[in-house]
């Protein structure tokens, strides 16, 4: 019998965002061209995750809604970079095709 066990060990817990990081993540959306759009697509994100916050008494659903909009707004530059640069992407598979649709 062996004692190491036998399936991956889970990967380290992630620090939680600092506790402004919503703040600051609303005023970068306001602060950027497509604000009206994005602002309302965080609001309605943030209350789905206060709801389902108060249902589980967790606060990983907004830790994972803030860190997915950081993730977002950091990409978007190169995004954008890459919309600029009249590259055509109509040969890819649609991402949505490759890890199903958004909750």
Do not use: C
């Amino acid at each position: 019998m062996s004692a190491q066990p036998e399936h991956a060990p889970a990967s380290p817990p992630t620090s939680p965002p600092a506790p402004a990081a919503a703040a600051q993540l609303l005023a970068r959306i306001r602060a950027d061209r497509r604000a009206e759009r994005w602002g309302r697509a965080f609001e309605r994100d943030w209350a789905g995750a206060l709801e389902d916050s108060r249902h589980s008494y967790s606060l990983a659903p907004l830790y994972d809604v803030v860190r997915e909009w950081q993730v977002r707004l950091d990409t978007t530059p190169a995004v954008d970079a890459f919309l600029d640069s009249g590259k055509n992407d109509s040969d890819f598979v649609a991402l949505e095709d490759v890890l199903g649709p958004r909750r």
